[in-house]
């Protein structure tokens, strides 16, 4: 059967397998590889491959495979290099002048604004990012692009992962080049002396129009219609989301529509058939046209322009750019009279984009477009080889209508599951979470989306040059109306399922699985079912890893206990973003508030100094803590802007700390101890261990577990060697990489 694959040409649809591992492996290394290393490998195994017999097929594939191996690591190398963004070491308040790259409004007064940074100021900043997003409030009128503005800013670098082995937001701005997110203290002001075009490459000229463009359409549409609907419709064209409420966001992603709104496969086919369709047809009218040209190749020709204007109108995202290659090459095919959907074109596609973006590879959105589309094709090309029985009654003329309506039905739904069962493993090991009604709202949303909204949106594209376009994005908005009150009605079902994170070892193996049963043609491709089958059961059979006992987050400002059925935390109203990827990965929906308490007074902060506390204030507060320590286990009891402390169910005691001047009685009264202050040294006199701002700089967010033989302890971050994390190793005043991080001794406060 092996050489059966072979001879069908199925093992050379696993070369972007191996491609995306090598990518991979580099990616999820401890630090880089010699480049010299990599090279001479690759040309030794390419010599191999070339002298290597063809009747020694086994040794040949191999060696291949592994030179696609070195190749992967090759262009996420070169990737890296060609990326090279500065990311800002730790959070800054400071004077920024920038040029505004693009914009983005979110419909309540707030523009967020890409800037390509000019200068800073007060203070200067050593290493300043090339660019970063600003969020702009209260301005009367957006700035435009190109406009040069001047404000007073706080930036942040990008977050590291919430929990270990969660995503690394940092990975993703390097990559796209985005070294800080912050925001204006105020609306900042252009800078009218500035000339913004003086400097600028023809590329950078047109990418700038191109942006304008694409804004303009969005207002444009926006202009016309109001609200969710408006918003909607202008994601739809121009990749613009933040508009949308986020209770029609959040309704839409607990139904299952959520990638309706990105401009993904999705939208990129349906865009491309109706105009390949409709130009085809429009063609056949003309019968002298019709016989005298290809009018299949016109039509291609017709829909790769189309794609092509859609792509370059919607920002360049990263679903846009893997979905406007997939359909190029698909339109291309048509050009060499070879078939669109094969799953050649799809591997193609994917070698493309590891090459371009080998990045995308470790994302959600690569893995679950390229899962959807492997396993729609291979079952497109089951079902096409599929034997059919004539069945004479169906083709009367009464049963006809029948048919064709049971015919569309059958495939939305087909294709629903399809799609839901391909992504599932891949939702799970991203969003620990699976939707309970997406089949339902999908089978419902399907026939408007395919036969009003994206229709009735491509001729409105088509007419609004000539201001013709308003009836049309009407028809569009009341598409998109039915849309979001299906999302609103399924999401009141249920919404999500918890899941929780997978363990690292059924994800791989369960992936393998899945490539081996949709890219095999014979019942070797079973193998792969036995193995998604096997691996399953033991994920069910084995016991459950055990959870953390307690964890950090990456600046040391939230602290969560974990108990049985809740965590309990430090904070009252504990940050969104940091806490429902704690709730989800963990699977805990339920938060336990700290109880708060009335405690000694806050010492006052000197401008420039830590407040030491005096001899009776420490005994105080050490007795303070150990009070409220011995109160409910698992729980946290606090004194404002001072201190939290609680009692595990094993007797630990961990202590946060808000204000370093409590750290020596913290350190007495506690087993653990956490801060979000950069101290100068990272252990207590007392034995206790310690957290403090700049160790968890170091090491990310961190997990505890109590064992037997001692602390467990797991970190986000081993090393800081990689290119996207390196600047947590960063020290401005030294302006030098710091290889060490603090090392002396004090509880004093200090």
């Known amino acids: 059967m092996l050489g059966e694959e072979a001879d069908h040409g199925r093992l050379l649809l696993f070369s972007p397998v191996f491609l995306g591992a090598g990518a991979s492996f580099w990616f999820l290394a401890a630090?880089?590889?010699?480049?010299?290393?990599?090279?001479?490998?690759?040309?030794?195994?390419t010599i191999a491959v070339l002298i290597t017999d063809r009747s020694r097929a086994v040794l040949r594939t191999t060696l291949l495979a592994l030179a696609l191996v070195v190749c992967g690591m090759l262009c996420a190398q070169f990737e890296s290099w060609r990326a090279s963004t500065v990311i800002l070491d730790s959070s800054v308040t400071t004077t920024l002048t920038g040029r505004v790259e693009r914009r983005e409004g979110d419909g309540r007064g707030r523009w967020r604004y890409i800037l390509a940074v000019r200068a800073t100021d007060e203070p200067e900043l050593k290493r300043p990012p090339g660019r970063v997003t600003a969020i702009v409030r209260g301005a009367d009128t957006p700035f435009e692009i190109g406009d040069i503005i001047t404000g007073r800013a706080r930036l942040t670098p990008p977050s590291g992962p919430a929990l270990p082995e969660l995503n690394d937001f940092s990975f993703g701005a390097y990559f796209d080049g985005i070294g800080a997110n912050g925001f204006f203290y105020g609306a900042p002001e252009k800078d009218l002396a500035a000339s913004p075009q003086g400097a600028r490459s023809p590329s950078e000229a047109m990418l700038e129009w191109l942006y304008r463009l694409r804004s303009s359409i969005g207002d444009r549409i926006r202009s016309i219609l109001p609200g969710d609907t408006g918003a909607f419709a202008a994601a739809l064209v121009t990749d613009e989301r933040r508009a949308i409420s986020n209770a029609t966001t959040e309704a839409l992603r607990q139904s299952g529509l959520a990638h309706i709104v990105a401009i993904s496969g999705l939208n990129m086919a349906l865009s491309a058939g109706i105009f390949f369709v409709g130009f085809r047809m429009l063609l056949?009218?003309?019968?002298?046209?019709?016989?005298?040209y290809p009018t299949k190749k016109i039509a291609a020709a017709g829909a790769l322009t189309a794609v092509t204007a859609y792509y370059l109108i919607s920002g360049f995202g990263v679903s846009a750019e893997r979905a406007f290659i997939m359909m190029a090459i698909m339109l291309?095919?048509?050009?060499?009279?070879r078939p669109s959907i094969s799953l050649r074109n799809v591997v193609l596609s994917a070698l493309v984009i590891i090459a371009i973006s080998p990045s995308e590879v470790l994302g959600p959105s690569?893995?679950?477009?390229?899962?959807?589309?492997l396993a729609l094709v291979s079952g497109y090309q089951l079902w096409k080889d599929r034997r059919v029985r004539e069945n004479a009654l169906l083709k009367l003329p009464i049963f006809r209508p029948v048919v064709a309506v049971a015919g569309f039905f059958g495939g939305v739904l087909l294709t629903s599951l399809i799609g839901g069962f391909?992504?599932?493993?891949?939702?799970?090991?991203?969003?620990?979470?699976?939707?309970?009604?997406?089949?339902?709202?999908?089978?419902?949303?399907?026939?408007?989306?395919?036969?009003?909204?994206?229709?009735?949106?491509?001729?409105?594209?088509?007419?609004?040059?000539?201001?013709?376009?308003?009836?049309?994005?009407?028809?569009?908005g009341f598409g998109l109306d039915l849309v979001i009150a299906v999302a609103k009605t399924v999401s009141g079902w249920g919404g999500d399922i918890g899941v929780g994170r997978l363990p690292a070892w059924y994800f791989a193996v369960a992936v393998a699985g899945f490539l081996l049963l949709t890219l095999l043609r014979t019942r070797l491709r079973h193998a792969g079912t036995s193995t998604l089958a096997v691996s399953t059961l033991f994920l069910?059979?084995?016991?459950?890893?055990?959870?953390?006992?307690?964890?950090?987050?990456?600046?040391?400002?939230?602290?969560?206990?974990?108990?049985v059925a809740a965590m309990a935390s430090n904070r009252e109203n504990p940050p969104d973003f940091i806490f429902d990827q704690w709730q989800r990965a963990l699977v805990l929906p339920t938060h336990h508030p700290p109880k708060m308490l009335e405690g000694p007074a806050i010492p006052p902060e000197g401008e420039d100094r830590r407040v030491r506390l005096s001899h009776d204030q420490q005994i105080e507060a050490r007795t303070a803590m150990r009070a409220a320590a011995g109160g409910e286990t698992n729980r946290f009891s606090c004194v404002k802007k001072a201190w939290c402390t609680s009692r595990l169910g094993n007797g630990r005691v961990v202590t946060v700390i808000d204000n370093a001047a409590y750290l020596g009685p913290a350190c007495d009264a506690s087993d653990i101890v956490v801060t979000s202050v950069r101290l100068r040294f990272n252990s207590c006199r007392s034995g206790a261990t310690l957290f403090t701002g700049e160790t968890l700089r170091r090491t990310g967010s961190v997990e505890l577990r109590f064992a037997d033989a001692g602390l467990e302890v797991a970190t986000a971050f081993e090393s800081l060697s990689r290119p996207w994390i390196r600047h947590r190793a960063y020290d401005w005043r030294s302006n030098s990489f710091a290889e060490t991080g603090p090392s002396s001794v004090s509880d004093s406060g200090e």
Do not use: C, K
């Open 422 to 476: 391909s992504t599932a493993l891949f939702s799970i090991e991203h969003f620990h979470r699976l939707t309970a009604y997406g089949l339902p709202a999908n089978l419902a949303t399907m026939p408007i989306i395919s036969f009003i909204v994206m229709p009735a949106g491509l001729l409105a594209m088509l007419l609004m040059p000539f201001g013709l376009d308003a009836p049309l994005w009407e028809v569009v």
């Open 31 to 45: 630090s880089d590889f010699p480049l010299l290393t990599l090279l001479l490998s690759l040309s030794v195994l």
């Open 332 to 337: 291309i095919a048509v050009f060499f009279d």
């Open 540 to 563: 069910l059979v084995l016991p459950v890893p055990r959870p953390p006992d307690l964890v950090i987050s990456e600046d040391g400002s939230l602290v969560a206990l974990v108990a």
């Open 366 to 373: 690569f893995q679950m477009s390229f899962a959807a589309t």
């Open 284 to 292: 056949s009218l003309f019968p002298g046209v019709a016989q005298a």
